[in-house]
């Protein structure tokens, strides 16, 4: 099928060096700011069956409700953030970002209610608008376009072992019931907190803007960096120029049909991957009573970060295979299509044993996916589009955020049994639907740029180089 983005060329010494570098003196500390990120936004999943919903008498509906309101202030600042970070630079905005999402964190440790929860949910998502394009963005204006799989793959890993050592971590605060005079799940909230204020402190000295400012590359990796992001840009730039006039700026992203036809793909991956975040950890807390087995916090917490094991083996060798034949539309539709079947396929399962191996399935195909999807916005975008175009993606992508989680205890509250217990098999095939209209979206792109068609209005170039 077609080729999205090129096979990489042999590489020189420099390049070798200059990329290895980068690999393990940046993308490392921008993936630790992303575990806490993740972690952070993804708390309460693990807090309501640990004893939340229960003090804060809390329905399925206002919990997914809590979980989701926070994509509302995040989506409302999400472009004017991501131009922002443009225009003052990522090292300064992303720190800003980081200590402003850590302060308003820690004051979940002292949630007293639905709607005290429902605006703190509310103010997390608007202190961490931006962070996550951003940082996008940040690694992609470091490398060229042919390493950005692998540098965003090294970067991703930061989601699936946020949960992988997360969960256990979680069940370990959780269980330290009674520490300053606190329930558990609130010392969990404090001891998730603190760790962003730090870092984001750390990281306006860390981070630097631009190769030519890392005093740890040499003059030779520095001049071979500036030289080929440079030309990269031009031409790239060169593509969006049509009939003599330039389209670099916003207008490009939010006119642009590939844009929105990205936006669209990405909201069906969140779709499932905040699913998965938010209900995971009560549909694991239901196993007890539908197999009659018995498992303590922390138990929950490792069964909880199982599927994210082999999800974050899936991404990293799904990005090697995409750098060896570059990214074809079966690497992006392919997975898609997996988890559209498994995800609703889970709570058909006869065991807790199987429906994590289910699970873990739909794990593995989502974050296949997501580091190699990141790659194709900035394939036809630069400057000040693709800071909005990253952000307009991100943002659209998002509305699953807080459509997953609100929707899916909505329908499970409104299909209860005849014991008025929630049940989740509508939910989960809405899911699924989702998830196969991004693989259909992903196929319709890949035909219309082989037609060259003009799905961009006047703007037809592709989306490779």
Known sequence: MDTLTPQAPPQSAVEKSAIRKVSIRLVPFVALMFFINYLDRSAIGFAGPNGMNDDLALTVTQVGFASGVFFIGYILLEVPSNLALARVGARRWLARIMVTWGIVAVLFTWVGSFEHLAILRFALGVAEAGFFPGAILFLSLWVPSRHRGKILALFYLAQ?????????????????????????????????????????????????????????????????????????????????????????????????????????????????????????????????????????????????????????????????????????????????????????????????????????????????????????????????????GVALINTVGNLAGFGAPYITGAVADATKDANGEPQYFVPMAIVGFFMLLSAVLMVLLARARKKNAPIDGDLAAPIAH
Not at 268 to 275: A, E, P, Q, S, V
Not at 296 to 304: A, E, K, M, P, S
């Open 160 to 388: 699936p072992l946020s949960t992988v050592i997360g969960a256990p971590l979680a069940g370990l605060l959780i269980g330290a019931h009674g520490f300053l005079g606190l329930e558990g799940w609130r010392v969990m909230f404090l001891g998730v907190g603190l760790p962003a204020i730090v870092v984001g402190i750390i990281a306006w000295f860390y981070l630097k803007d631009k190769p030519s400012d890392a005093k740890w590359l040499t003059v030779e990796e520095q001049e071979w960096l500036t030289v080929e992001l440079a030309a990269e840009k031009t031409k790239t730039e060169s593509l969006n120029i049509v009939k003599g006039k330039q389209h670099g700026g916003l207008r490009t992203a939010f006119s642009s049909g590939r844009v929105w036809t990205l936006a669209f793909i990405y909201f069906g991956f969140i779709y499932g991957l905040y699913t998965l975040a938010f209900f995971l950890p009560t549909i694991i807390a239901g196993f007890q009573e539908i197999y009659d087995v018995e498992y303590d916090v922390f138990q929950r917490g490792l069964i909880t970060a199982i599927p994210y094991i082999p999800a974050a083996f899936a991404l990293w060798f799904w990005t090697k295979d995409v750098s060896k034949r570059g990214l074809k539309t079966w690497h992006i539709a392919g997975p898609a299509i997996v988890a559209a079947l498994t995800i609703p396929l889970a709570l058909f399962a006869g065991s807790p044993a199987l429906t994590i191996a289910i699970i873990a399935l739909t794990a593995m195909a989502i974050f296949a996916v997501l580091p190699n999807f990141w790659t194709l916005p900035t394939q036809f975008l630069t400057g000040a589009a693709a800071a909005a």
